[in-house]
């Protein structure tokens, strides 16, 4: 699974324990790890969201006052790509903007586990459903092996 965590930079200490924890799930990319010096970073970051599974934007307060970067990140991955926000809890619904509608993980900032915890539990379920896709492909591929090499006969 490759996951994408946007954010804005004073949050950086609660990315990287989102990014920790959910590193046991997959590759997970954020701009202060990830970064490829000398290269145009919006082309990196929208390939890194392009081929991720899941979005990951980080709404705080921070976010709302200085990130507009976010904002853009998401506006690639709308439509394109599962995005679970994680929103502290002392913002308003109505401050969501392009996020407005879509069900969100709401975090205490000082105290993160929660919130880890629970997108833990949507990543180890997206898990499950992509390996139960995986697994009705391969029987319906099986399935079809079998029909035509009985046909041959």
Known sequence: ??????????????????ANVLSQYGEVKYWAENKILGEDS??????????????????????????MAVGQEIGHAKGKKRIIPVVESS?????????????YQTINVFNPIPAVLEITK????????????????????????????????
């Open 91 to 103: 913002i308003p619904a109505t401050e969501l903007g392009c996020l407005t509608g879509i069900t």
């Open 1 to 18: 699974m490759k996951i994408f965590i946007s954010y804005s930079t004073p949050d950086i200490k609660v990315v990287e324990l989102f």
């Open 42 to 67: 919006w082309k990196i970051i929208f390939s890194w969201i392009d081929s991720s599974d899941v979005v990951i934007p980080l709404i705080t307060g921070n976010t709302l006052t200085r990130a």
């Open 122 to 153: 949507e990543i180890e379920n997206m898990l499950i459903d992509q390996s139960e896709r995986q697994n009705a492909l391969f029987r319906f591929f099986l399935i079809g092996f079998f029909i035509w090499l009985f046909s041959q006969e």
